[in-house]
Every structure is written in C-alpha cells, then in structure tokens.
C-alpha cells in the first residue's frame, strides 16, 4: 500500500505523522463500510446490496469501497472475520476452561448471551443463519472464513468431552467426536429456528433444553 504525503510533511517526523493519520482514517474508513455492509445485508439481503448503496449510507465514492474490498465475497469475510474475534474474545472470557459438562453448557448459553446483547452480532448471525439467496461462490468464500474459527470450536468442545469420558463422567459406548456433532447440530439448528421466527421459546430457553436433554440421554447421573 502506497501513500502520497501532503506538502506540509517536509521532515521525517512530519512524514509518520502524516502516515499515522493516513492509516487510521483508512482504518476508520474501512470499519464504515463494514458497518454500512452489514447494515444492508441485514436489511435488504445480500443480492440487493450494491457497492454504490453501501458507499451513499456512508457519504463515500463506490471506487473508495472498491479501494478497500474488491467485491462482495470479499467484504462478507471481512465482516465474518470481525465478528469471529469478537466472539471468541467474549467466550474466552466468560467460559475460560471446559472442565465438565456444565461448562459446555455454559459455553453455548455465552454465545446465546452474545448474539443477543450485541447488535451487530444478531446482524451477523443472522445473515449466516438465513443464507437462501447465497450463490455457490460467496457460500465457499464464507465456508473458508468460517472453517479454522468451526474447527477450533468442534476440538475445543470435542477434547472436553474426550476428557470427561476418561474421568468416567460420560457413557463410554459413545464418542465424544459424535456428542460433539449433535451439540454443535442442535446449536445451529436452533439458531435458524430463532431467525426463521419459528422457535416457540426464546433462545436461551432453547438451548438450555437442548443441553438438559443431552444430559438425560447420554450422560452418567451420579447416585
């Protein structure tokens, strides 16, 4: 990336000065449009969002978004991205170790806590849970911002159960690798029912019910 520097940034101080300033209104610029994009696609959808609608919400050039994101695709995983980080920065906080099977529970229910406590991550989710209009292309390009956040999940909550099956804490006739798919089905699942509108209880309530199912079904109760 190349920057031109302004007249009065003569020296080298007043050189990375300017190009200090250069950088955090790219920055501020690009953080924007992530915004206006995500604004739309919530909105509107993501095939009736254009470039020029994203750069007008925000009083930009449709070549200044172009500068920053080369097309479409581009900008969803950029906005995945985003909300990837802050996410897991969020449930690394709230559940920092998964020790049993509560924990887990636990896990889930922060990100049920998340998605609903912050706007742009309803914006988001919703926008992945409701993915009809999508054509091939842009679903590969989300799959591949989505697939190292998916797999660090999957193992995260997949050791934990590994480790309580070792403890004795679960039935040992079933993998944990299983267990693992069936919660993170039951999440997704439920997380679409919610945006869809056709989930009969609030989310929370979902997934708590989801997990005190599991729990009667597949795990040891203590005498």
Same mark, same amino acid.
């Given at each position: 990336? $190349?920057?031109?520097?302004?007249?009065?940034?003569?020296? !080298?101080?007043?050189?990375?000065?300017?190009?200090? *300033?250069? !950088?955090?209104?790219?920055?501020?610029?690009?953080?924007? %449009?992530?915004?206006?994009?995500?604004?739309?696609?919530?909105?509107?959808?993501?095939?009736? #969002?254009?470039?020029d609608e994203i750069a007008l919400t925000i009083g930009l050039t449709k070549g200044a978004v172009y500068w920053h994101?080369?097309?479409?695709?581009?900008?969803?995983?950029? &906005?995945? /991205?985003?909300?990837?980080?802050? *996410?897991?920065?969020?449930? *690394?906080?709230?559940?920092?170790?998964?020790?049993?099977?509560?924990? &887990?529970?636990?896990?889930?229910?922060?990100?049920?806590?998340?998605?609903?406590?912050?706007?742009?991550?309803? !914006?988001?989710? $919703? $926008?992945?849970?409701?993915?009809?209009?999508?054509?091939?292309?842009?679903?590969?390009?989300?799959? /591949?911002?989505l697939s190292q956040n998916t797999k660090d999940c999957f193992e995260y909550v997949k050791n934990a159960l590994f480790?309580?099956?070792?403890? /004795?804490?679960?039935?040992?006739?079933?993998?944990?690798?299983? &267990?693992?798919?069936? %919660?993170?089905?039951?999440? #997704?699942? #439920?997380?679409?029912?919610?945006?869809? !509108?056709?989930?009969?209880?609030?989310? *929370?309530?979902?997934?708590?019910?989801?997990?005190?199912?599991?729990?009667?079904?597949?795990?040891?109760?203590?005498?």
């Open positions: 990336m $190349f920057y031109t520097y302004p007249k009065v940034c003569k020296n !080298k101080t007043q050189r990375n000065i300017c190009l200090k *300033k250069t !950088k955090q209104e790219a920055q501020q610029t690009r953080e924007a %449009i992530l915004q206006s994009a995500m604004d739309l696609f919530y909105q509107k959808g993501y095939s009736k #969002t254009s470039f994101f080369k097309n479409k695709p581009e900008l969803v995983a950029a &906005i995945i /991205e985003e909300y990837v980080t802050h *996410k897991m920065a969020y449930l *690394k906080q709230k559940v920092p170790v998964l020790r049993d099977f509560k924990d &887990i529970e636990a896990y889930f229910l922060a990100m049920a806590d998340y998605l609903l406590g912050d706007k742009n991550a309803t !914006k988001v989710a $919703f $926008f992945l849970s409701l993915q009809m209009e999508w054509s091939e292309s842009v679903i590969t390009k989300v799959l /591949e911002s480790a309580m099956q070792e403890a /004795e804490q679960i039935r040992s006739d079933i993998a944990p690798v299983v &267990i693992a798919e069936i %919660i993170f089905s039951l999440w #997704t699942g #439920t997380l679409e029912a919610y945006f869809s !509108k056709r989930l009969k209880t609030d989310l *929370k309530t979902a997934v708590q019910n989801s997990f005190d199912l599991l729990s009667n079904g597949l795990f040891k109760r203590k005498d």
